[in-house]
């Protein structure tokens, strides 16, 4: 199912140009426009949800976990290593309502801690 005014969908249908990097029947990985490290891919479903939350089916969720590595290999970051990042609604800041795997990797990325996790995360027990 797609959603008509989703601009992930639109990608996945090849409505809209993108940096790609992996494609198949289920997903799709692109490079994200606004990297935040040297390799910065979304891989996403072809199909809408609204997040990984949205019911999505166990055989998509490994559709898209399972092009992880595929991504990685591609981008050369397997063996130096990635983080993955799956924003997930309001609280997480979800930017794009679509479900999406961020995959980071290129360089050294710092352990979260409360300084760049923000005011909530000091809070936290
Ligand atoms: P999130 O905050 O987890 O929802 O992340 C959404 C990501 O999508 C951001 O990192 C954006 O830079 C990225 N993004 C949004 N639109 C596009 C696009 N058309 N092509 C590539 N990346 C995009």
Redesign the pocket.
């Known amino acids: 199912m797609k959603d008509p005014n989703c601009?992930?969908c639109k990608?996945g249908a090849g409505e809209?140009p993108?940096s790609k990097v992996y494609e198949d029947e289920w997903v799709i990985a692109?490079?994200?426009?606004?990297p935040?490290m040297p390799v910065?891919v979304?891989i996403i479903p072809k199909d809408h949800y609204a997040n990984v939350g949205d019911n999505v089916p166990e055989e998509i969720l490994g559709k898209v976990f399972g092009a992880v590595r595929k991504v990685a290999d591609i981008k050369g970051v397997t063996e130096g290593g990635y983080r993955l990042?799956?924003?997930t609604g309001e609280d997480?800041?979800?930017?794009?309502?679509h479900f999406?795997v961020?995959l980071l990797g290129g360089g050294l990325m710092p352990r979260p801690n409360d300084q760049d996790w923000g005011a909530a995360a000091s809070n936290a027990q």
Do not use: G, K, P, R
């Not at 692109?30 to 606004?34: K, L, N, P, V």
């Not at 997480?92 to 309502?97: H, I, L, T, W």
């Open positions: 601009i992930f990608i809209i993108t692109f490079d994200d426009m606004e935040l910065h979304l990042l799956v924003n997480a800041s979800q930017s794009v309502q999406h961020h």
